[in-house]
């Protein structure tokens, strides 16, 4: 299988090209099945492409799972899953503890009632409606008290271990939404990222996508090999984190294609940060540094549109799509800002991959 060999619905998306192989393959459409049908269609990994091909026609879900667990590491969904199970389990403690500090608290109200029931009782002898009173008071308020440093010492223990799985979890997220490649973010956390910016309808005139797309990548492949291929989309990548803040949130979102979400950065802001990515990249060397082979110059383009201009995320990425797609036409390494008027006659890419 390779992305001149998939079954194609004409006119649509990668998304919706993909998800037509699916069916024409009989694969069902899951999260984990896109994933893999996304990286043998994107041809990131040759040997992939070629292994699901391998497959034919009418792949079962447990080849489909052999393969997936052999390109890709699912280890951290295991991890979170065994993290939510113990996550659940400190949670029903607590629950048992609340609900006997409940009942604790009931007998400690019924002994108190009965205790003011035999204070009013005028059949009592004051001697002895005092002996008893106190008697009574002494034992449910030490029980009480005991009780009291039993419960707060689990619950203690308990905040403990689920501050730990919390962060345990937090962990793994963020490996399944790590780019194991350039270790930046991936397509999954794009997605989510993206989506999130129309969540709030202030400030998206200072938000902005951009998108970034290494030129001629397919040449650098031929002509060096996958390997090299590898090796030079992870130094563009650092290339591109080097040059912004580091609370800017960068994405790996395609084989040699780049995301950046900008917040709190006016036009001008966004043009000059990405012309100094750029010219950075531009500018470093590309060679093999034990056999001295020069690979040559590597350039990116790039197209960026503010959230303003769009209503939703995945007008925003067609806008943003188009810029680059202008910058690519009209001579590559250059810097594009969408504008009204520039047309695209291609077929787009769809902006969300990792549909539920």
């Not at 409940?102 to 108190?112: F, H």
């Not at 129309?198 to 902005?208: A, E, F, N, P, Q």
């Not at 990548?237 to 006016?266: C, H, P, Q, Y």
């Amino acid at each position: 299988m390779s992305p001149t060999s998939i079954p194609k619905a004409p006119g649509t998306d990668i998304a919706a090209q993909i998800l037509f192989a699916m069916r024409n393959m009989g694969v069902v459409p899951i999260p984990r099945n896109y994933n893999l049908f996304y990286e043998a269609y994107i041809g990131s990994n040759p040997a992939l492409t070629r292994d699901l091909a391998a497959l034919g026609g009418r792949a079962t879900q447990e080849e489909l799972d052999e393969l997936s667990a052999r390109y890709f590491d699912y280890t951290h969904i295991q991890l979170i899953e065994a993290a939510r199970d113990r996550l659940h389990s400190e949670l029903s403690t607590v629950l048992m503890v609340l609900q006997n500090e409940q009942t604790c608290l009931e007998n400690y109200n019924r002994i108190l009632d009965e205790t003011r029931a035999g204070i009013a009782d005028k059949n009592h002898t004051s001697t002895h409606l005092l002996r008893t009173a106190i008697s009574m008071l002494v034992e449910a308020t030490t029980n009480k008290i005991a009780e009291n440093e039993s419960a707060s010492k689990d619950f203690d223990r308990h905040a403990e271990e689920m501050q730990q799985v919390r962060l345990e979890l937090d962990e793994y997220k963020r490996i399944a939404n790590t780019d194991s490649l350039t270790r930046l973010s991936n397509r999954r956390a794009f997605d989510d990222k993206l989506s999130s910016i129309y969540d709030v309808s202030i400030g998206l005139h200072m938000t902005s996508l951009v998108l970034l797309d290494v030129d001629n990548f397919k040449r650098i492949n031929d002509t060096f090999g996958h390997p090299v291929g590898d090796k030079i989309l992870a130094s563009v990548a650092s290339v591109i984190k080097s040059n912004v803040r580091k609370d800017v949130f960068v994405a790996r979102s395609g084989g040699e294609e780049f995301a950046i979400v900008l917040e709190n950065n006016t036009q001008d802001e966004i043009h000059v940060m990405c012309e100094r990515i750029r010219t950075s990249l531009e500018r470093t060397p590309f060679r093999n540094s034990k056999s001295g082979v020069d690979y040559g110059q590597v350039t990116i383009s790039i197209g960026y549109a503010l959230a303003s201009q769009a209503q939703n995320a995945g007008e925003l990425y067609a806008l943003a799509d188009t810029a680059m797609y202008h910058a690519k036409e009209t001579g590559r390494n250059r810097t594009v800002f969408f504008e009204d008027g520039m047309q695209k006659n291609y077929t787009g890419k769809s902006w969300l991959i990792y549909k539920q």
